[in-house]
């Protein structure tokens, strides 16, 4: 199964949006609903952000948005704080009951 | 509150084997699956397979196949995941993780802390 394809890196300043692309086909991604987005601050565990292209699970502020259009997901983090600078991963079920991640983006806060 | 909780660091030649627990607690263990993702220093994430607990099913990342048991026992709460044959580039930082009962669906919303893996000669 190839990699979903994310940009290295994004940034924006406090208050700004930043928007972060996962690129896969129509055999994941494209495909089914399972698209979710995980962050992961330095040194901790990665935490659920998104799942199933765009639900939050309790607790995620609705600053964090995600999206899907063809095969192109997108995590969009509104008023951007300090405390959302981290690393960025998509996910999405892909055929024959794979899971395949992206490779991460660095999103900092100028 | 839902938690996992990791077995501690190893080191291991090349070639051995090793086995990394995760104890669940705080929710209906049986009633879920364990997803297990990697992530060697500095790098990404990997999807290295999934288990149902309710009825043991598995399924495992190509590239882990044949060298790779996961396990679960719903009396003791606790899921373990066996590697074998390991390399060098098997270096790497080893989550449990809470998810579905159906394969690779990619809710995982608890996280271990997570067990360093070393493998060196």
């Known amino acids: 199964q190839s990699a979903l394809t994310q940009p290295p890196s994004a940034s924006g300043s406090p208050g700004q949006s930043v928007t972060i692309s996962c690129t896969g086909s129509?055999?994941?991604?494209?495909?089914?609903?399972?698209v979710s987005w995980y962050q992961q601050l330095p040194g901790k565990a990665p935490r659920l952000l998104i799942y199933?292209?765009?639900k939050r699970p309790s607790g995620v502020p609705d600053r964090f948005a995600g999206s899907r259009s063809g095969n192109t997901a997108s995590l969009t983090v509104s008023g951007l704080q300090a405390e959302d600078e981290a690393d960025y991963y998509c996910?999405?079920?892909?055929?024959?009951?794979?899971?395949?991640f992206g490779g991460g983006t660095r999103v900092t806060v100028l | 509150q839902a938690q996992v909780v990791q077995s501690g660091p190893e080191v291991k030649k090349p070639g051995a084997s090793v086995k990394v627990s995760c104890k669940a607690s705080?929710?209906?263990?049986?009633?879920?699956?364990i997803t297990w993702v990697r992530q060697a220093p500095g790098q990404g994430l990997e999807w290295v397979g999934w288990?149902?607990?309710?009825?043991?099913?598995?399924k495992y990342a190509d590239k882990f196949q044949g060298r790779v048991t996961m396990t679960a026992d719903t009396s003791t709460s606790t899921a373990e995941m066996e590697l074998r044959n390991l390399r060098p580039d098997d270096t790497a930082v080893y989550y449990c993780?809470?998810?579905?009962?159906?394969?690779?669906?990619?809710?995982?919303?608890?996280w271990g802390q997570g067990t360093t893996v070393t493998v060196s000669s």
């Open positions: 129509s055999s994941d991604l494209g495909a089914y609903n399972f």
């Open positions: 288990i149902s607990v309710y009825n043991r099913n598995t």
């Open positions: 993780t809470r998810d579905r009962m159906v394969a690779a669906t990619s809710k995982m919303d608890v």
């Open positions: 705080g929710y209906t263990f049986g009633n879920s699956g």
């Open positions: 199933e292209v765009n």
């Open positions: 996910s999405s079920y892909a055929d024959s009951n794979n899971l395949v």
